[in-house]
DNA sequence: AGATGTGAATGAGTTCACAGCT
DNA sequence: AGCTGTGAACTCATTCACATCT
């Protein structure tokens, strides 16, 4: 097996931003388009296009440029959004249904197919697409709808138990907007999102 | 005037969450600690801790190690966060009215206390602890509120008009949740915040 | 003795500049 | 002629290792 050196998120991130602006060029009927333009068109870097293509592969023609959407079709195989990614989430609370409802969540290779939260009040209550389930439904839930992305929107205090029950349940990617840790555990990847921590990042720069 | 060499995102969001370290610490009555066993309990790294604090000064006490108490209140002033913020969210859908309520909005320094839709069915109507107002009354309520952060929950279409009225209005950070680029202001400082990217980060590691 | 604060070394990420292909 | 793909240079960030202070 070839070594894999494992590539940045910086790389990933900007692999997604080419996407769409593919996407969008593709919607204006452009056929072709150089980095140089590409980067100008969507402020982005010509080199850093280039640089971050060649880590996997050769993607253009010398002259001419890429070829908008064999670039953006290669571009969503790479990126794993030529097939569905259901997604089970944990906790609907205002964040929890926010995302259920969230139209970058329900959009292209991603739909959230189910919810689960303690509260028995909220049990059979329908958001978005599906009606919200008790915690111990998911290993059923993922089971039946072959999620593989758990997202977290819990209470901190019940963070480690749900995300617990997401691995036991088979899942194999979390996106955790608790603010606690979670430990890791091999064949699941987890991201951590803390919306709070950008606030203060701006508190900063306006100052004490 | 010093030539004040810009921070970096990952120090300042390092030192956030030294902060929230320090907090927990206070709590359990530790008066003093070292970088070393700060980075053990935390899971961070000692060494980074000294080199992001040493940007700012010094804190500690050589052969000691930190006062916890003192250095979460300088952390905390470093900051920004000993004094009030309020915030304004333009957009009260979903994930504008999830973040009214979200607790890392409310609490301690920061407080949402006003929100902005164009839709005049919502116009009127209580979300977590303000009335929903018309897009035109921004500028009254930031001068009425003295709020200095703007957060964008719009629909991406009406994200540039939005931001442009916060700004006329007299916001000073912007909080961007749209994909819209916003075009840079002088004395505005705008964070972007993209949930669907993480998913697709997600999405690479689970493969094609 | 023991921990901080920091120059020096390493590593990651970006930009430059150009060889090589169309 | 023009644009890609890429080694080399550079910048930014992290880690090492130790002089310095209590």
Sequence with gaps: MPNTPE??????????????????????????????????????????????????????IRGVGYDVAQLALRLSRLLGLERRHAIVICGIGNLGRALAEYWGFNHGPFAVVAGVDQDPRKIGKRVGTFVIAAPDEIERLVRETGAEIGVLTVPPSAARESYLALVDAGIRAVLNFTLQRLEPRPGVRVKNVDLRINLEELAFHLGG
């Design 7 to 60: 590539v940045s998120s910086l790389t990933l991130n900007r692999l997604s931003i080419y996407l769409r602006s593919l996407r969008q060029l593709e919607e204006e009927r452009v056929a072709t388009i150089s980095s140089q333009e590409l980067a100008h068109r969507f402020h982005l870097s010509a080199t850093q296009i280039r640089k971050d293509l060649a880590q996997f592969g050769e993607f253009g």
